[in-house]
C-alpha cells in the first residue's frame, strides 16, 4: 500500500472523527499517503478527494458529525456506479480505501472489495445494528444523550404527574432503546424484536401510578409496530385510563450530533488504527470491530445482511426492575 483513502457514510456518528483522525495518522506513520472523500459514496462517485497530512484532523477528536461529510447513496447499488467509484480511485493512484459507516456503508465497502478494491470497514453507526462487532463507535454516546433526555423528563414528570413516551431513533434494531430504558430506569421498553402489546404497556403505567410513581417513562424504538406516537393513539383510541397524563417526545437527529464520550474516541481511535494495521498486514475485505472487548476483524462476506441479535434477557432484566 501506498496511498490510502478514508471515507465516512450513512448517518453520522459520534466517534467517526476519532477513526479518521487514527486511520489518516497510522497511515502517515506507514510511510504511506492519506485520501479523504468528501461526502461518503456520492463523493467517491463524483471524485471528491482531497489529500489529509496529519494537521488536517488535528482538533476533530472531540467533535461529533463527520469532519468529511457523509452521505446515503441508494444509486451505489448499481454496478455502473461501483465501477465509476472504483475509476475515481484509480485516477487518483489510491490503492486502498477505509469504509466507516453502519450496515449500508459496510454493503458498499463489501462491492468494491469484490470487485478487486482492498477494503477495510469500520463499524460505526448508533444503531449498533452491525454483525462483526459487539458495539459500534457512536451507540454509547447516542445512548447518553437519550439518558440525559428521560432525566430531565422524569424530572417534568414528577412536577406534573406525567408519564413519557420517549421515542428513540435504531432504524430496525432495539439496542438504543434497551440500553437506554435500562439505564434510565423506564417502566416499560417497546423494541421491534419483541412484538409488544400496547395493553401491558398501559398495565406498566397503571401499576406505577397505583404504586404512588410520580412519574413514569417508556422507552420506545422507532422501528417497532408500534411507534411512540402509534402508542400514544391507541390509548387514546381505547380510552385508556392510565393514571397519568401522557406526552410524547421524539428524540430524533438529537442523539446523533453530540460530541462523543470516552468510550467513542477510544473505539474510533482502535478501529481507525486497526484498520490501517490490517491493510499493512495483506487482510483486506474485512470489517473491524470490538470481538471479546478486543479489537478483532471478520469477512464482510460474514457481516453483510446478517442480523445482529439483541440480548433479550437484559429485556426480561428490566421487565424486572420496573416492577
Ligand atoms: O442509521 C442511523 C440512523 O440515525 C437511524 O437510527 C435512523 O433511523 C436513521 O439513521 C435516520 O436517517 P436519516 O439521517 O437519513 O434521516
Known sequence: MQRIAVLTSGGDAPGMNAAIRATVRTAIDW???????????????????????????????????????????????????????????????????????????????????????????????????LSGTEVTIGVTSAVDVALEAIDRLKVTGESHHRAFLVEVMGRKCGYLALMAGLAGGADAIVI?????????????????????????????????????????????????????????????????????????????????????????GGVHGVLVGQIGGRVGATPLDEVVGRTKPLDLDLLELAQVLAR
Open 192 to 280: 421491534p424484536e419483541q412484538e409488544t402489546d400496547p395493553e401491558r404497556v398501559a398495565d406498566n403505567l397503571r401499576a406505577a401510578y397505583a404504586n404512588g410513581k410520580a412519574h413514569a417513562i417508556v422507552v420506545v424504538a422507532e422501528g417497532a409496530r408500534n411507534n411512540a406516537e402509534g402508542m400514544a393513539e391507541y390509548f387514546r383510541e381505547h380510552h385508556q385510563r392510565l393514571g397519568f397524563e401522557l406526552r410524547v417526545t421524539k428524540l430524533g437527529h438529537v442523539q446523533r450530533g453530540v460530541a462523543p464520550g470516552a468510550f467513542d474516541r477510544l473505539l474510533g481511535t482502535r478501529l481507525g488504527a486497526a484498520a490501517v494495521e490490517q491493510l499493512a
Open 31 to 129: 510511510g504511506w499517503e492519506a485520501f479523504g472523500v468528501k461526502n461518503g459514496f456520492a463523493g467517491l462517485i463524483a471524485g471528491s478527494i482531497v489529500p489529509l497530512g496529519k494537521r488536517d484532523v488535528g482538533g476533530i477528536i472531540q467533535r461529533g458529525g463527520t469532519m468529511l461529510g457523509s452521505a446515503r447513496c441508494r444509486e451505489f447499488c448499481a454496478e455502473e456506479v461501483q465501477r465509476q467509484a472504483l475509476d475515481r480511485l484509480e485516477e487518483r493512484g489510491i490503492d486502498a480505501l477505509v469504509v466507516i459507516g453502519g450496515n449500508g456503508s459496510q454493503t458498499g465497502a463489501h462491492a468494491l472489495s469484490r470487485r478487486g478494491l482492498p477494503v477495510v470497514g469500520v463499524a460505526s453507526t448508533i444503531d449498533n445494528d
